[in-house]
């Protein structure tokens, strides 16, 4: 069992920042995929931003150049900084983990991570 705790999430004017954090814990592997993705109220969730442990990262249309995806791995916790932010990024903002190391065209789809955290809301006011 992964288990993994979302926090960072808050309030903030658009274009202000926000980071966000991904505890993970428990019987993680060495080689990994994880993801940001987040689900507006009446939306599909979207996958937002994936790392493997390969170090490849890859965004969605919607946030790249604004979001960055990253990990500290002596922590083990995954990072979301968030810059630029626009009123159409208000969501629940959740992550995920799986082991193994999804293949590239699927990093941002739903299907391919078997773990998920609880979620953090984010609201970006205009």
């Known amino acids: 069992q992964v288990h993994l705790v979302a926090t960072g999430g808050g309030s903030v004017q658009a274009g202000g920042s926000l980071r966000l954090s991904c505890s993970v814990s428990g019987d993680t592997s060495t080689t990994y995929s994880m993801a940001w993705f987040r689900q507006a109220p009446m939306k599909e969730r979207e996958g937002i931003a994936a790392?493997?442990?390969?170090?490849?990262?890859t965004y969605s249309d919607s946030v790249k150049g604004r979001f960055t995806i990253s990990k500290d791995n002596a922590k083990n916790i995954l990072y979301l900084q968030m810059d630029s932010l626009k009123p159409e990024d208000t969501a629940i903002y959740l992550c995920?983990?799986?082991?193994?190391?999804?293949?590239?065209?699927?990093?941002?789809?739903?299907?391919?991570?078997?773990?998920w955290g609880q979620g953090t809301q984010v609201a970006v006011s205009s």
């Open positions: 790392l493997s442990s390969d170090g490849v990262t």
């Open positions: 995920a983990y799986d082991a193994g190391r999804v293949a590239i065209p699927y990093r941002l789809q739903r299907r391919s991570y078997g773990y």
